[in-house]
């Protein structure tokens, strides 16, 4: 297996631009975690989903973040419109079930908003 | 008072050194994680454990659930362990929120 796929690797781009973020987790897993990571904060989980359906968003910064999970393979983060603030590492990750299982991450995309 | 904490935030070891990662939390817990992550950025996950000790070559996690406490232990070590240790748990009343370490940041000199 390719492993939890994620792109683009890098995006940069100017303040109020629509930035949409992709993930393709690994064949067989139900559950799919988005994370962000800032020298400040950490780690922290942004959505949650558990076989296509959001469980837990209580992360998501404010409405300007959305995520979907249209099917089992594939994932979008999106932020619109998009802030200086926002610039981070994002990283998508899955496991079989849940967050009491192994998770795999995905090689997460730094974000620059300029 | 955080309800995850790692010790020591930063360690240098010499190559052959055992090195020991410590983990409080305060919280009940159904499992917690050890996860490495290199310069480049990437995240491994390393343990995923909720009682006893588990092994994977020169890598050992245990977990005392009781005292809640887990130690993270390098034995050998090799310049290529050099990486932040990151110990995260999963709390018993939930299933997908993690609460994570800051983080301990390992340089291992040759």
């Known amino acids: 297996d390719a492993g939890v796929i994620q792109s683009p690797r890098h995006e940069v781009t100017e303040m109020g631009q629509e930035v949409t973020l992709r993930c393709k987790p690994i064949?067989?897993?139900?559950?799919l975690f988005w994370y962000r990571q800032t020298m400040m904060r950490g780690l922290e989980l942004l959505i949650y989903f558990n076989n296509n359906v959001p469980i837990d968003d209580s992360g998501m910064p404010e409405d300007r973040f959305s995520a979907k999970m249209p099917n089992a393979s594939f994932s979008t983060l999106k932020i619109q419109p998009s802030e200086p603030r926002d610039s981070a590492v994002y990283f998508c990750a899955s496991s079989r079930q849940g967050a009491d299982e192994k998770l795999f991450f995905g090689s997460g995309t730094q974000l620059s908003v300029l | 008072k955080n309800e995850v904490e790692q010790s020591p935030q930063n360690l240098t070891a010499q190559e052959g050194e055992f090195i020991t990662i410590n983990c409080s939390y305060s919280v009940g817990i159904s499992a917690l994680h050890w996860l490495q992550q290199h310069p480049g950025g990437g995240i491994v996950s390393l343990f995923m454990?909720?009682?006893g000790k588990k092994k994977h070559g020169r890598l050992i996690a245990t977990i005392n659930i009781q005292e809640k406490h887990s130690s993270l232990h390098i034995t050998a070590s090799h310049p290529r362990d050099s990486a932040v240790y990151i110990c995260a748990v999963s709390p018993g009343t939930s299933g997908s929120r993690l609460t994570f370490g800051e983080g301990t940041q390992l340089t291992v000199n040759p």
């Open positions: 064949s067989g897993h139900n559950s």
């Open positions: 454990l909720s009682s």
